[in-house]
């Protein structure tokens, strides 16, 4: 596993106004950082850094070979503050509601600073990383050359808001919090089809289905190893994306987004509905050629991003296929770099 790195960030000005000391970790694979094209990886609710290689939660698109390559990009992944990957807990963040999706996007771009990135040629993330990467390409309008959301949308609807208000609840109020809180969610990122397909009615014991079997296995995994203040950090994160929340119309703002936005939705996604998707797509197509959409086929619901690997990969390959008949490192770099 690549070595976690961290950049110390003083007196950073929360939502609320507040101004505290954030260390933001990260890590990087493939390519050393400033020699070739860079791409930035958000992670989901309960991710983190880690997305390749050894236990990396993407590792069937990342990697050596994979359809992101790090033969030939730098791959860099930053932990949302309060994870707890990084053992820098979410209780060391003084009010986890100071916190929105703007908030990490805004830490993010301090990272890029003390990194010295001037321009990255990606930045890819599901649900709630990629509601964070609209975040950034609406804070850096002309930092990024491919905007790649997945399984996610510029803001969070109402269904989405109704929905981390119930896991907030059950953060604060259940006995076993994590557990609960993850078996409702996981309600969420399937579909009635999915389940159906999976357990079929069928009994792990006369006392108890399969279905709650599994559900139960989530939950106490989660429990393992993640902790509660960092559910509640990042419940909140997914609740508050907003791209257009005191600025101006939506048209407006992705009319300034200089990147080619790559939507990726899913088809049977129960949380960010793919008619969304393709409202924002259309909305979007109004007032920016360099948009486009494709969905993800499958009965799986949210977490399809996680499962359909193949499907994913046949819609990120053009992206991230480069001009591999230029053999001189630097000049493939130069060639990439000035897009």
Request: charge should be neutral.
């Amino acid at each position: 596993m690549s070595s976690l790195k961290y950049i110390s960030i003083s007196d950073f000005r929360v939502h609320s106004r507040k101004v505290q000391d954030i260390q933001l970790s990260y890590q990087l694979f493939g390519k050393p950082l400033h020699t070739a094209p860079i791409v930035l990886v958000n992670h989901a609710l309960t991710g983190n850094s880690n997305v390749c290689g050894t236990d990396g939660w993407w590792t069937d698109l990342i990697g050596h070979d994979r359809c992101i390559d790090t033969n030939l990009f730098t791959v860099l992944a930053f932990n949302i503050p309060g994870n707890g990957f990084d053992s820098i807990e979410a209780h060391c963040i003084e009010n986890y509601k100071d916190f929105t999706a703007r908030t990490i996007a805004e830490i993010f771009s301090e990272g890029f600073k003390a990194l010295k990135i001037n321009k990255i040629f990606a930045v890819i993330g599901g649900s709630v990383g990629g509601g964070i990467a609209w975040e950034l390409a609406a804070l850096l309008p002309n930092f990024i050359q491919h905007l790649i959301p997945i399984a996610t949308d510029w803001k969070s609807t109402d269904w989405i808001i109704a929905n981390c208000h119930i896991q907030d609840a059950i953060l604060n109020h259940s006995k076993t919090p994590l557990t609960d809180a993850r078996m409702h969610a996981m309600t969420l990122y399937r579909t009635p089809e999915s389940l159906t397909n999976k357990f079929q009615r069928s009994e792990k014991t006369k006392m108890q289905f399969n279905v709650e079997s599994w559900l139960d296995h989530h939950g106490k995994t989660l429990k393992a190893r993640f902790n509660l203040s960092a559910y509640k950090l990042m419940n909140q994160i997914l609740k508050t994306i907003d791209i257009t929340k005191h600025r101006s119309t939506f048209n407006e703002v992705v009319s300034s987004i200089k990147s080619n936005i790559h939507i990726v939705t899913i088809s049977s996604d129960l949380f960010f509905k793919t008619e969304e998707n393709w409202n924002t797509y259309v909305e979007a197509k109004l007032v920016k050629e360099n948009v486009n959409i494709s969905e993800i086929k499958s009965i799986h619901g949210h977490d399809a991003f996680l499962i359909e690997y193949e499907q994913l990969k046949q819609i990120l390959r053009p992206i991230f296929k480069i001009n591999t008949s230029i053999t001189n490192e630097n000049n493939t770099y130069h060639h990439i770099r000035n897009w």
